[in-house]
């Protein structure tokens, strides 16, 4: 299995697909993992791995390791497009989620005001007044939703909660009225335990339809697995298949 962790706070830059030159944030510890969600293609790896033992870092410490880069990368001239929370697990976990979200804001506008502020969460924590109030903030609100058919999210997804379902994810993110990013990744294979899964079923897309006209969201990303995965038998999904799936959305969405 070959996944990465990320082994400090601020990780980076590097060039994303779909954000540009990105700093990463990672809330978590930087020797393991801990996310309400185990997708079967996390680059972190499994959950199983353990939560590691530095601890997360307080907000103070983010804060002040934050900072040491930017001016860092601000007196070097380098360039930045976004600072971006990822890393080794679910960001809105962190108990002081809400205030490092205010600290990254300030510090982004003193040394880069240009630069976007993003946040890629699994939604789980975003019915929380706090964290929603937080992921308003932030420029990219960016909430994953892969599918809207319960087997498929309990099986590619595995919620840690069993009370997690599309049906409260879809209605948390509506709940942003626009104010969202929803990305879903598309992908096929078969579980660790020998089940199939799929999320580009006509069924699957049609699901998702139904669910992006309800969340009514500012922007979709439909992407597919770009590196190695925990579970080897995932496909990418060819280009050709993707673009199809797009413009299918996109019609259904804008007729
Ligand atoms: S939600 Fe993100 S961090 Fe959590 S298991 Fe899935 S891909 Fe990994």
Aim: with cysteine.
């Amino acid at each position: 299995m070959q996944t990465v962790l990320f082994h400090s706070t601020i990780f980076g830059p590097v060039k994303s697909r779909r954000l540009g030159v990105s700093l990463g944030i990672n809330l978590m510890a930087n020797d393991g993992k801990l996310c309400s969600f185990d997708c079967l293609y996390c680059e972190a790896g499994y959950n199983a791995q353990g939560p590691g033992t530095t601890g997360v870092p307080s907000r103070r410490q983010v804060a002040h390791r934050l900072e040491t880069r930017l001016r860092a990368m601000a007196d070097a001239g380098e360039q930045l497009d976004v600072i971006t929370f990822s890393g080794n697990g679910e960001p809105t976990l962190h108990p002081e989620f809400a205030g490092i979200v205010d600290d990254v804001l300030r510090l982004r506008n003193h040394f880069f005001p240009q630069a976007k502020v993003s946040v890629l969460s699994n939604a789980t924590m975003a019915h929380r007044p706090a964290v929603a109030r937080a992921l308003r903030k932030v420029d990219n609100n960016i909430l994953k939703l892969d599918s809207a058919v319960p087997a498929t999210m309990r099986a590619l997804n595995r919620p840690a909660a069993t009370g997690v379902q599309p049906e409260g994810i879809i209605a948390t993110l509506s709940a942003f009225t626009g104010q969202c990013i929803v990305q879903t990744l598309l992908t096929r294979g078969t579980t660790p335990d020998g089940k199939r899964v799929d999320n580009t079923t006509d069924a699957e897309i049609e699901a998702l339809i139904d669910a992006y006209r309800q969340i009514r969201p500012r922007d979709i990303q439909l992407y597919t697995i770009d590196r190695p995965t925990p579970c080897a038998t995932l496909e990418k999904i060819p280009d050709d298949e993707l673009d199809r799936i797009r413009h299918r959305v996109a019609a259904a969405l804008n007729p």
